[in-house]
């Protein structure tokens, strides 16, 4: 993305290179026919089901006010509208929990005053998203997107472990409230007796800690060695939707014998229910809010659009991430534009606004490169056997493969045609055919083998379309007309399912993973090393990570601990954008700069474990070779913001020696420290060539020279 701030240019320029692919966006669609659907239905589970449980959180937080139609529409309303003209498709809309905070903080106070009350809540609320919405607007026209990369590792991470420690504590606090009588009810009825109000309890504990374990026991299913393949991807792409269906229907089971309310279930008005609309026409009472609430909305709208600009550019930013191997151009400034537009209409309309969502906008990118995956793979592979059946030489092979990969490949009319992934196909494929004069001769799989080739070199690329965002959120607009059946589901698995989510964000954020080192026993920090781990447990003495560790808790503990003081807690987005000056400015006079590099480094850098010594890598990755595209990519990404791995491990052959001179030092024991894999940073940090450049170079170091890990050492 161009870095400028010249009113204007980056809207104009994002116009421009979006305009000349959007047909393509539609036909790109089209062409993939019913395979479309796979990736359209896995992201509409990953949006609906937040979203229903923001909503179900907010109605508890506002009375009653906004309610899950609300949240519903809001994402149906918004994703509708970015699909057909938003910038990017890949990003997908929905209402988040920052959303969700900030309105119960501004109905917290609302209903405080006289003259605003729980009647003025909304109309007020109009007012806050007409001044967010001027603010977006703002900062689109003078290109405040530029700077989005100054928003590190450090900020990112951050707002995660916030996010998700709120997502927590709204299921604990939901829990807890199970036991008590719930605002707005009739405490003489049967179900709030205290006998009940405990069976009540202590069954929502059972539907929640039911849906956590057994959510989280889905997700890792295409590991498990039971099952067909295609019966393990089913699970670990829809297990959490079909744990919410079963553990609803778990709490069917005792009806007969407990009073109606037991479980307590999703409250909320039926869309055609009498008073139901009430809150889309609030915009005829927005003149009725007094002018100095009006303008005092401009304070908690300069929250709501610092919030917008960094989650918002940020999701597009991971569904945008260079290992994707995009081929149309990103629409920073003008997409956040229209958020201000989406913005206003959702104010006007009286329900939440949307905003792009993490990590749903990078998962709906990994499932669009599965399907991508598939279909390249498909095609080569049917190609390559017709050609094998005709006795073709291994040439002729190449030839009819590379001419079906072109015809895979829409390139837009300033670009060329891709060759990526066939020219080494076929550097590895001939040479292998010309040591064993096999070249001109008709091939067979047993020179060439098409399934571990081809699902091993074919590149990384995307299907680029907007159907799939227009689908998924016409299927969670169609969730409102099913709001009869969504009320089955007992309150007690939405906290279940904030909880799963807090889970769930936590691997893959190296923030978190640096706690969890903190508190790791000194006799067994070697086990971080015999496992995959971020590259600066390699390269930073264990005091800096420390002092690096403790400053971002403490951080992290003051943005958590103001989200609960009543007006102040508006301003916990400005603590978020002051890490940007904080990292640029404070921290360097702290720490080294190639410490701070590793510490918060732009991409998410991993060094591999090798079990047993470095030749069996070569084993193990055949052995992986034939994966399916929605198993390899999983490995890939990481869960907490659907943000590639980098990984960093030396080009090694299965007759590569293993060396096995000792190395003073931190080791484990079982493994030798020459056997694992460095960061490429490392050299820097000790003045040496990097290992992971083993064998390159005019003087290639030796393995025997690589000196130990810091993991556990202070610096000197």
Same mark, same amino acid.
């Not at 990755?621 to 999983?634: K, N, Q, T």
């Not at 290639?700 to 000197?716: A, N, T």
């Given at each position: 993305?161009?870095?400028?701030?010249?009113?204007?240019?980056?809207?104009?320029?994002?116009?421009?290179?979006?305009?000349?692919?959007?047909?393509?966006?539609?036909?790109?669609?089209?062409?993939?026919? !019913?395979?479309?659907?796979?990736?359209?239905?896995?992201?509409?589970?990953?949006?609906?089901?937040?979203?229903?449980?923001?909503?179900?959180?907010?109605?508890?937080?506002?009375?009653?006010?906004?309610?899950?139609?609300?949240? *519903?529409?809001?994402?149906?309303?918004?994703?509708?509208?970015?699909?057909?003209?938003?910038?990017?498709?890949?990003?997908?809309?929905?209402?988040?929990?920052?959303?969700?905070?900030?309105?119960?903080?501004?109905?917290?106070?609302?209903?405080?005053?006289?003259?605003?009350?729980?009647?003025?809540?909304?109309?007020? +609320?109009?007012?806050?998203?007409?001044?967010?919405?001027?603010?977006?607007?703002?900062?689109?026209?003078?290109?405040?997107?530029?700077?989005?990369?100054?928003?590190?590792?450090?900020?990112?991470?951050?707002?995660?472990?916030?996010?998700?420690?709120?997502?927590?504590?709204?299921?604990?606090?939901?829990?807890?409230?199970?036991?008590?009588?719930?605002?707005?009810?009739?405490?003489?009825?049967?179900?709030?007796?205290?006998?009940?109000?405990?069976?009540?309890?202590? !069954?929502?504990?059972?539907?929640?800690?039911?849906?956590?374990?057994?959510?989280?026991?889905?997700?890792?299913?295409?590991?498990?060695?039971?099952?067909?393949?295609?019966?393990?991807?089913?699970?670990?792409?829809?297990?959490?939707?079909?744990?919410?269906?079963?553990?609803?229907?778990?709490?069917?089971?005792?009806?007969?014998?407990?009073?109606?309310?037991?479980?307590?279930? *999703?409250?909320?008005?039926?869309?055609?229910?009498?008073?139901?609309?009430?809150?889309?026409?609030?915009?005829?009472?927005?003149?009725?809010?007094?002018?100095?609430?009006?303008?005092?909305?401009?304070?908690?709208?300069?929250?709501?659009?610092?919030?917008?600009?960094?989650?918002?550019?940020?999701?597009?930013?991971?569904?945008?991430?260079?290992?994707?191997?995009?081929?149309?151009?990103?629409?920073?400034?003008?997409?956040?534009?229209?958020?201000?537009?989406?913005?206003?209409?959702?104010?006007?309309?009286?329900?939440?606004?949307?905003?792009?969502?993490?990590?749903? #906008?990078?998962?709906?990118?990994?499932?669009?490169?599965?399907?991508?995956?598939?279909?390249?793979?498909?095609?080569?592979?049917?190609?390559?056997?017709?050609?094998?059946?005709?006795?073709?030489?291994?040439?002729?092979?190449?030839?009819?493969?590379?001419?079906?990969?072109?015809?895979?490949?829409?390139?837009?009319?300033?670009?060329?045609?891709?060759?990526?992934?066939?020219?080494?196909?076929?550097?590895? +494929?001939?040479?292998?055919?010309?040591?064993?004069?096999?070249?001109?001769?008709?091939?067979?799989?047993?020179?060439?083998?098409?399934?571990?080739?081809?699902?091993?070199?074919?590149?990384?690329?995307?299907?680029?379309?907007?159907?799939?965002? *227009?689908?998924?959120?016409?299927?969670?607009?169609?969730?409102?007309?099913?709001?009869?059946?969504?009320?089955?589901?007992?309150?007690?698995?939405?906290?279940?399912?904030?909880?799963?989510?807090?889970?769930? #964000?936590?691997?893959?954020?190296?923030?978190?993973?640096?706690?969890?080192?903190?508190?790791?026993?000194?006799?067994?920090?070697?086990?971080?090393?015999?496992?995959?781990?971020? +590259?600066?447990?390699? +390269?930073?003495?264990?005091?800096?990570?420390?002092?690096?560790?403790?400053?971002?808790?403490?951080? *992290?503990?003051?943005?958590?601990?103001?989200?609960?003081?009543?007006?102040?807690?508006?301003?916990?987005?400005?603590?978020?954008?002051?890490?940007?000056?904080?990292?640029?400015? !404070?921290?360097?006079?702290?720490?080294?700069?190639?410490?701070?590099?590793?510490?918060?480094?732009?991409?998410?850098?991993?060094?591999?474990?090798?079990?047993?010594?470095?030749?069996?890598?070569?084993?193990?990755?055949?052995?992986?070779?034939?994966?399916?595209?929605?198993?390899?990519?999983?490995?890939?990404?990481?869960?907490?913001?659907?943000?590639?791995?980098?990984?960093?491990?030396?080009?090694?052959?299965?007759?590569?020696?293993?060396?096995?001179?000792?190395?003073?030092?931190?080791?484990?024991?079982?493994?030798?420290?020459?056997?694992?894999?460095?960061?490429?940073?490392?050299?820097?940090?000790?003045?040496?060539?990097?290992?992971?450049?083993?064998?390159?170079?005019?003087?290639?170091?030796?393995?025997?020279?690589?000196?130990?890990?810091?993991?556990?050492?202070?610096?000197?």
């Amino acid at each position: 993305m161009e870095e400028t701030f010249v009113p204007f240019r980056g809207i104009k320029n994002d116009l421009r290179g979006r305009l000349t692919c959007y047909k393509q966006d539609w036909t790109g669609g089209l062409t993939a026919g !019913f395979r479309i659907l796979a990736p359209t239905i896995y992201i509409f589970f990953a949006s609906a089901i937040p979203v229903i449980s923001f909503g179900e959180q907010l109605e508890r937080n506002t009375d009653g006010v906004l309610t899950a139609v609300q949240t *519903l529409a809001s994402t149906s309303l918004c994703g509708i509208i970015h699909s057909i003209i938003g910038g990017q498709p890949l990003l997908i809309l929905g209402v988040a929990e920052p959303t969700v905070i900030m309105y119960t903080f501004m109905f917290n106070f609302a209903k405080e005053r006289p003259d605003l009350g729980r009647e003025l809540f909304l109309a007020w +609320t109009g007012w806050v998203c007409v001044w967010t919405a001027i603010l977006l607007f703002l900062l689109a026209i003078l290109g405040a997107c530029s700077i989005i990369n100054r928003f590190t590792r450090l900020a990112g991470e951050l707002f995660g472990l916030l996010i998700a420690m709120l997502f927590m504590q709204q299921a604990i606090k939901g829990l807890v409230d199970e036991f008590r009588i719930p605002k707005r009810e009739n405490p003489k009825l049967t179900e709030f007796i205290p006998s009940w109000r405990f069976a009540n309890g202590m !069954f929502a504990l059972v539907l929640s800690f039911g849906l956590v374990l057994t959510s989280l026991r889905s997700r890792k299913a295409r590991s498990w060695r039971y099952g067909s393949g295609w019966l393990r991807s089913l699970i670990a792409d829809y297990g959490v939707p079909i744990m919410v269906l079963v553990w609803t229907a778990v709490s069917y089971i005792p009806s007969g014998n407990v009073p109606k309310g037991i479980p307590r279930r *999703l409250s909320s008005p039926n869309p055609w229910s009498p008073g139901a609309y009430e809150n889309w026409t609030v915009i005829k009472d927005m003149l009725n809010v007094p002018i100095v609430y009006i303008i005092g909305a401009f304070i908690p709208a300069t929250m709501i659009a610092v919030l917008y600009y960094f989650d918002h550019s940020v999701a597009s930013q991971l569904a945008q991430q260079k290992e994707f191997n995009l081929k149309k151009p990103s629409s920073f400034h003008y997409d956040l534009l229209l958020l201000g537009f989406l913005t206003i209409l959702c104010g006007l309309l009286g329900i939440p606004p949307s905003n792009g969502v993490i990590p749903q #906008s990078p998962m709906h990118t990994k499932s669009l490169a599965t399907l991508k995956h598939q279909l390249l793979r498909n095609r080569l592979v049917a190609t390559a056997r017709r050609c094998m059946r005709k006795n073709s030489s291994l040439g002729e092979v190449y030839g009819s493969m590379q001419e079906a990969y072109h015809q895979m490949q829409t390139p837009l009319i300033y670009q060329d045609a891709s060759f990526r992934g066939l020219k080494e196909l076929k550097e590895s +494929t001939i040479q292998l055919a010309s040591s064993t004069g096999n070249l001109d001769a008709p091939v067979d799989e047993t020179i060439f083998d098409v399934e571990k080739e081809i699902d091993e070199l074919l590149p990384v690329e995307v299907k680029e379309q907007r159907l799939s965002n *227009l689908l998924q959120a016409n299927m969670v607009g169609g969730c409102v007309a099913a709001m009869p059946f969504l009320k089955m589901i007992p309150t007690s698995v939405l906290w279940g399912y904030f909880a799963f989510m807090a889970i769930e #964000s936590l691997p893959g954020n190296q923030f978190w993973e640096r706690i969890l080192l903190l508190f790791t026993a000194p006799s067994r920090r070697y086990k971080v090393l015999e496992e995959f781990h971020a +590259t600066f447990v390699e +390269t930073v003495p264990f005091k800096t990570i420390v002092i690096f560790t403790i400053f971002q808790t403490v951080y *992290l503990l003051v943005c958590f601990g103001i989200t609960w003081i009543p007006i102040a807690g508006l301003l916990f987005p400005l603590l978020i954008m002051l890490l940007v000056p904080i990292r640029q400015y !404070f921290l360097p006079k702290f720490f080294k700069g190639a410490h701070l590099q590793d510490l918060d480094a732009a991409e998410y850098e991993e060094a591999p474990a090798l079990p047993f010594n470095l030749a069996m890598e070569a084993e193990l990755g055949s052995r992986a070779s034939h994966a399916d595209g929605g198993e390899i990519l999983d490995e890939m990404i990481t869960r907490s913001r659907g943000e590639f791995r980098h990984m960093f491990s030396p080009k090694v052959s299965s007759s590569t020696a293993t060396p096995t001179k000792d190395v003073k030092g931190l080791q484990s024991p079982r493994l030798s420290l020459s056997e694992k894999a460095y960061s490429p940073r490392i050299s820097e940090l000790r003045g040496e060539n990097s290992p992971r450049s083993f064998g390159r170079g005019p003087n290639p170091l030796r393995v025997e020279e690589i000196r130990p890990s810091m993991l556990g050492k202070s610096p000197q």
